[in-house]
């Protein structure tokens, strides 16, 4: 991926998909976002599916492990939901796996922020992992209500934030840009 405009396309895609999943996850996790309509989660789990098809592309092309990793979960993880069953359970894993892995290799390759950044969405995707796989195999200690939406609301608070700080480090060529205008910007202004 040496061409900077199809570096800003698959940074682009791979934002908006790690967006939608982890807008996902936070509105899931949410006691009062469960009348939201089943055609916008839909919509917005195609969405993410397509924007992860085209960051998928080129990481093979590229063999790019980070946005391979982070295209596959959010690839599986679309495709997991509208699979019921094993075959979705299975593919909820992968995407789980794949975000870890893309953690893990944003800690090995990036310093500063951005390592900070990648410890954040390996221990968030490891802990979501493990927390459902707790609550889909061990029974609650209580069955009070306020007790039930707190347990069961974690795995999508996790979700989200795996998802969100994924957002700001595929995001990161986008924000170069930015960051480049308005330094140009800044020093061309007349008032300071």
Do not use: N
Request: proline share 5%; net charge positive; no cysteine.
């Amino acid at each position: 991926m040496q061409d900077i405009t199809g570096v800003r396309v698959v940074s682009a895609a791979a934002t908006v998909a790690a967006l939608v999943f982890g807008v996902r996850g936070l509105v899931g996790s949410l006691p009062f976002a469960f009348g939201l309509p089943q055609s916008v989660l839909l919509a917005a789990t195609v969405i993410g599916g397509l924007a992860g098809l085209v960051v998928l592309v080129p990481a093979v092309r590229a063999r790019d492990r980070r946005a391979l990793a982070i295209a596959v979960s959010v690839l599986a993880f679309a495709l997991a939901w509208g699979v019921p069953g094993p075959v979705g359970s299975a593919l909820y894993f992968v995407a789980q796996a794949a975000l870890v892995a893309f953690g893990l290799l944003t800690v090995w390759t990036a310093h500063g922020a951005q390592r900070t950044l990648g410890w954040i969405v390996t221990v968030a995707a490891a802990l979501w992992f493990v927390v459902g796989l707790l609550t889909q195999t061990v029974p609650p200690l209580s069955t009070s209500q306020e007790f039930l939406v707190v347990v069961y609301a974690i795995p999508g608070l996790l979700q989200a934030v795996a998802y969100l700080a994924a957002v700001v480090l595929v995001a990161v060529p986008l924000l170069r840009t930015l960051g480049a205008g308005a330094g140009r910007l800044w020093d061309s202004a007349e008032v300071r």
